[in-house]
Nanobody
Framework: QVQLVESGGGLAQPGGSLRFSCVAS????????KTWVRQVPGKGLEWVAG????????YYTGAAKGRFTISRDNAKNTVYLEMNSLKPEDTGLYYC??????????????WGKGTLVTISS
């Protein structure tokens, strides 16, 4: 059974940092691209960052570029999202997702249940 479990959410102050982890099980982790997606209050899902299976390709949405870093450790079946210079508009529910292939243009095969982040002073 495919399972993605996120952790690392919580309350942080503006300007602070958080690091998410997403541990996967039930499939061959190293084959496919991984993505972090967030749901901001009052808005739909927003793609945040993606990474290819060999770590050579990463993409970031404009809001994440320069502040967030996506990484993965295939040996640990884990993908990470490090978030710096946090802003109140980063508040939301962050999901880890597994793509169908190694292309971030491919659809999503599996989702985690999400980890909640609140950025507030």
């Amino acid at each position: 059974q495919v399972q993605l479990v996120e952790s690392g959410g919580g309350l942080a102050q503006p300007g602070g940092s958080l690091r998410f982890s997403c541990v996967a099980s039930g499939f061959t982790f190293g084959n496919d691209a991984k993505t972090w997606v967030r749901q901001v209050p009052g808005k739909g899902l927003e793609w945040v960052a993606g990474i290819s299976s060999d770590v050579r390709v990463t993409y970031y949405t404009g809001a994440a570029k320069g502040r967030f870093t996506i990484s993965r450790d295939n040996a640990k079946n884990t993908v990470y999202l490090e978030m710096n210079s946090l802003k109140p508009e980063d508040t939301g529910l962050y999901y880890c997702a597994e793509h169908l292939t190694n292309s971030m243009a491919s659809g999503i095969d599996s989702w985690g249940k999400g980890t909640l982040v609140t950025i507030s002073s």
